[in-house]
């Protein structure tokens, strides 16, 4: 991943604005310009996009690459310390979901304890329950 760039910044500001806005779920166009400008982001560096098109390609992918790609991009954003990608990437561990993430429980668990730590809910229920 690059460093982050103010024109990945913006252009992942612009799409977060364009996805949530009104007219994304009308347009095809307005969602795939959201679609082009997330990558953009991601593709600097931003966390936010690459939280937000991991997240996107991951669950809602068309194939598996793209569910592959997204889940690299949450990796990615992960190693920047974002608390719901952190959260993911544990529970991509904890299930064994694909190659990248083989079933691996103690990195599982250091994803949920950092996650937790960020102030993650779910991680922080998580790990209140392991401790028990």
Do not use: I, N
């Amino acid at each position: 991943m690059r460093k982050v760039t103010l024109l990945g910044r913006l252009a992942a500001w612009l799409a977060y604005r364009l996805f949530r806005g009104p007219f994304a779920r009308r347009s095809p166009l307005v969602h795939k310009l959201a679609m082009k400008l997330f990558r953009y982001g991601a593709e600097r560096g931003d966390r936010a996009a690459l939280t937000t098109y991991g997240s996107l390609l991951h669950f809602r992918g068309a194939d598996p690459q793209s569910r592959t790609q997204g889940a690299l991009y949450l990796q990615a954003a992960a190693e920047q310390g974002d608390a719901k990608a952190l959260w993911l990437v544990g529970k991509f561990y904890e299930e064994g979901v694909m190659p990248f993430f083989a079933r691996d429980q103690k990195r599982a668990q250091e994803c949920f304890y950092k996650a937790a730590e960020l102030g993650h809910p779910l991680a922080q229920s998580h790990v209140e329950a392991s401790e028990r």
